[in-house]
Nanobody
Framework: QVQLVESGGGLVQPGGSLRLSCAAS????????MGWYRQAPGEQRDMVAR???????NYAESLKGRFTISRDNAQNTVYLQMSSLKPEDTALYFC???????????????WGQGTQVTVSS
């Protein structure tokens, strides 16, 4: 099986920064696209940023310039650097990875459990 574990969330003041991490472990043969999504209470889960295996990225239009996604393929880890945070960035942040497993060589999307980011003074 495959497990994704996020870390790095917390409480931050408006204008502050946070760096989220998400590490995958388990029966991993390869990982394709990695991404971050977020979900505020009562809202749908929206894409924040995604990154391909060769480093191509795309972002939610409203977040360009403040958020940066990166990945470490050797560590099966994806990062999200968030800066100039605003109260409206408050949400539960999830990572997602497209993983091919070693056991069955099937490819599926896997989600982490989420990490809370709260932006408040």
């Amino acid at each position: 099986q495959v497990q994704l574990v996020e870390s790095g969330g917390g409480l931050v003041q408006p204008g502050g920064s946070l760096r989220l991490s998400c590490a995958a472990s388990g029966s991993i043969f390869s990982i394709g696209v990695m991404g971050w999504y977020r979900q505020a209470p009562g809202e749908q889960r929206d894409m924040v940023a995604r990154i391909t295996t060769d480093g191509n990225t795309n972002y939610a239009e409203s977040l360009k310039g403040r958020f940066t996604i990166s990945r470490d393929n050797a560590q099966n880890t994806v990062y999200l650097q968030m800066s100039s945070l605003k109260p409206e960035d408050t949400a539960l942040y999830f990572c997602r990875m497209v993983v091919t497993t070693t056991t069955t060589r099937t490819t599926s999307g896997y989600w982490g459990q989420g990490t809370q980011v709260t932006v408040s003074s």
